[in-house]
T-cell receptor
């Protein structure tokens, strides 16, 4: 069945370093969504990418959607302790549900 | 305030008891979802509903049941047939289940512990 894979599973960085998580789908996606879950919290929608090759920025976060619409990345520049959490990518299946990646958990050392 | 509410936040039950988790939304969303999250794990879909009076099994439906009698409500029952029910349960909703711009809004979750 359709799968969405994320790497790495965990990442520890020093505050101020950059961070990137990668998302790969087994099938072409109509869109890709990114969510953030703070420790002890619930996932919160960050952004959706729809177009091939699309790049969107939210302050220090840069989201990319691959040309083939099968992969995506989230890059955080100069991490801060507030960036701590688990970042999930998700793509829609043809049955109307979202397929979530396993998530990348980011730890930031002050 | 618009959003999704789940209650209770923490729930303890004895093994062998059925338990029902509440999920209510006032966003006027058609689609609603139930996920299970285990420590350090991703989100696994239990059931979803695209419209009132209709629902579909997700990836791990065994031992769970749902109903969708009202648009705003999607309760989940964890039955005694569920072998490892202790987990964090998240409810979500979206405007619709398909198409673009169908981002999901999550409730705060219920942490269920079965003793």
């Amino acid at each position: 069945g359709q799968q969405v894979m994320q790497i790495p599973q965990y990442q520890h960085v020093q505050e101020g370093e950059d961070f990137t998580t990668y998302c790969n789908s087994s099938t072409t996606l109509s869109n890709i969504q990114w969510y953030k879950q703070r420790p002890g919290g619930h996932p919160v929608f960050l952004i959706q990418l729809v177009k091939s090759g699309e790049v969107k920025k939210q302050k220090r976060l840069t989201f990319q959607f691959g040309e083939a619409k099968k992969n995506s990345s989230l890059h955080i520049t100069a991490t801060q302790t507030t960036d701590v959490g688990t970042y999930f990518c998700a793509g829609p299946s043809n049955t109307g549900k979202l397929i979530f990646g396993q998530g990348t958990t980011l730890q930031v050392k002050p | 305030d618009g959003g999704i509410t789940q209650s209770p936040k923490y729930l303890f039950r004895k093994e062998g008891q059925n338990v029902t988790l509440s999920c209510e939304q006032n966003l006027n969303h058609d689609a609603m979802y139930w996920y299970r999250q285990d420590p350090g794990q991703g989100l696994r879909l239990i059931y979803y509903s695209q419209i009132v009076n209709d629902f579909q099994k997700g990836d791990i439906a065994e031992g769970y049941s749902v109903s969708r009698e009202k648009k705003e409500s999607f309760p989940l029952t964890v039955t005694s047939a569920q072998k490892n029910p202790t987990a964090f349960y998240l409810c979500a909703s979206s405007i619709s289940a398909g198409g673009n711009y169908n981002e999901q809004f999550f409730g705060p979750g219920t942490r269920l512990t079965v003793l």
